[in-house]
């Protein structure tokens, strides 16, 4: 009994100084991201923060899958710059990339990444999502305002978190109390 729980002491431990780790990354990530920076490079920064940020999601174990699904809805701006996560891991997940995916196939996702190609049906896809544990990240102006969990804002010189906590409460999306602390969080 006590090697197990000095075992799960030392998984704890581990997954706090991971999530420090983490959260240290995130902010030198928000810190440092120029203005300067190309389409291309832009949407690699972006493809480390949906990264990151899923990091910072308490997943449930009830559904613990071996994997952890990033749906794309709308033009696919990242192209070949989520290579810099395809090997990655959240809580022993692997990821996986569906890009091009329609409403239909949401049930599907983990993650929701809303292109600006679909802002004109955004309440459409909110209301398709609402009440689903689905997490939803975009850089559509005004996302987290106009109900999407996680904007991934451009303003300046760098790339902002904002975060609508009660989008996120109502489709039970657990959100670590580390990431709030470096977003802008909104309640709409």
Known sequence: MQLMYGK?????????????TLTGLLLFN??????????????????????????????????????????????????NTLNTIKDKKVEQRQIVFKRNVSLDDIEQCQVLFVGMSEQSSLSNILAKVSKKMILTVSDIGSFAEQGGMVHLLKEEKRIRLVVNLRAARDSSVKLSSRLLTVATVVEK
């Open 30 to 79: 928000v810190s440092n991201a120029h203005a300067e920076y190309s389409a291309q490079e832009e949407y690699e920064i972006k493809a480390r923060f949906l990264y990151n940020v899923a990091q910072l999601v308490y997943w449930p174990t009830a559904e613990n899958k071996q994997l952890l699904v990033f749906c794309f809805l709308g033009k696919d701006v990242f192209g």
């Open 8 to 20: 799960m002491l030392t998984w704890l431990t581990l997954r706090r100084i991971n999530l420090l």
